[in-house]
């Protein structure tokens, strides 16, 4: 088994899912991060931060120095206890720190006093980050995309999703893209998200990343934006509108947003999960307040706390559809028109789900091919 991983093998790291041994501090991984890797640290943010200081003051070898002292020989057989744990569930797994330098050799060292071999990443996170952000830019200069766009609730995600080649941008962000799009789980960070779109990207198959669908989305979506070479190009794509009743979009919204919120927020916010919810629904309200007007807002804020009081007696919830229309008619529809005037001139397809299906299948079948 190699010491070192070089940025050779990088392309198959995250195609391949390998597991990452991650031994940065916790806030560092907290910042950015990759989906398969696991932060076991080799020194506490604490720790991290009294090293760095004395780095600054003293120089590297007294940086050493009190971190073999705050690691004493107890605290470093704890730790040299959870990477062999980890290594034992995750053989073929990888080791690197920020920079593939003193925390993973030191880890790396350790490890091979105690019989254990784990190859370390040449240039541990940042040369890991770079090689995706590099592949992003790429793939996002050499590809064509096309844009599934529609009105809000014509179930845009659920056909893109269905195509071989194509990117949930939303998924990823783990965000619905709307002032109601917040989860019950918080969203990645800006690296984060940019890690793991660049990652999805490479998996996808090589004839697909010559033609890619991808929602029609505004430069942020929740907390996240869009890397500008992405982006950059979206702005420029053909687009394929998908046209849905406003029956048909008010019920998708309903299992898309509400049903499928309430149902994350009775797993993840504990006893109190229903004033959890009733608070994301009437805090995502207020947010386009003054873009409603007074007038629209306390009816449809009617409509909705009235849904909410209700919601107990109405197992399928079908009280919240009266503000779900109304919400979509009197605010998200001509919002919507406004926006899609303007780029009149790129859309290449109109039509429904069905006819959405058969017109993209050629496309989605040669790409998979």
């Known amino acids: 088994m190699p010491d070192t991983v070089s940025a050779k093998s990088f392309d198959d790291i995250f195609k391949n899912s390998t597991p990452l041994l991650d ?60 990477w062999q744990r980890y290594l034992e569930q995750q053989p073929s797994a990888l080791l690197y720190c920020f920079r593939g330098g003193l925390r993973s050799k030191t880890v790396q060292q350790w490890l091979s006093q105690q019989g254990v071999s784990v190859p370390r990443i040449e240039g541990g996170y940042k040369a890991l980050r770079r090689f995706l952000i590099n592949k992003l830019d790429s793939i996002s200069a050499n590809t064509e995309f096309l844009l599934i766009a529609g009105k809000t609730g014509s179930g845009k995600t659920h056909l893109l999703n269905g195509l071989a080649n194509s990117i949930d941008l939303e998924g990823i962000a783990n965000h619905r893209g709307s002032a109601f799009g917040r989860r019950a789980r918080p969203q990645p960070s800006q690296s984060n998200f940019e890690n793991n779109l660049a990652a999805a990207f490479l998996n996808l198959s090589t004839a697909a990343k010559t033609k890619i669908f991808i929602e029609d989305e505004a430069r942020g979506i ?33 299992n898309d947003y509400i049903l499928s919120n309430y149902l994350e927020f009775n797993q993840d916010a504990g006893e109190d999960f229903r004033v959890v919810f009733e608070s994301f629904l009437l ?35 079908l009280a919240h559809k009266l503000w779900i229309k109304s919400l979509l008619q009197n605010y998200y529809d001509p919002m919507y028109s406004y926006q899609l005037d303007k780029k009149l001139q790129r859309v290449v397809f109109r039509g429904d789900k069905q006819e959405f299906l058969r017109w993209s299948a050629p496309i989605s079948n040669a790409a998979a091919n």
């Open 23 to 82: 031994v940065r501090a916790p806030i560092e991984f907290q910042r950015g991060a990759f989906q398969h890797a696991t932060n076991l640290p080799l020194l506490t943010d604490a720790e991290r931060e009294a090293a760095g200081t004395q780095y600054r003051k003293r120089g590297r070898a007294a940086a050493i120095e009190l971190g073999n002292t705050l690691v004493n020989a107890e605290v470093k057989q704890q730790r040299l206890l959870s």
């Open 222 to 254: 929740g907390s996240v934006g869009i890397p500008p070479s992405l982006y950059t190009r979206m702005l420029v794509a053909p687009i394929a509108v998908v046209e849905e009743s406003v029956d048909s979009r008010v019920e998708t919204i309903l």
């Open 283 to 317: 805090s995502s309200l207020e947010r386009i307040q003054k873009r409603l007007g007074s007038e629209n807002y306390q009816s449809i804020r009617a409509l909705m706390q009235d849904a909410l009081a209700n919601q107990d007696n109405d197992a399928e919830f």
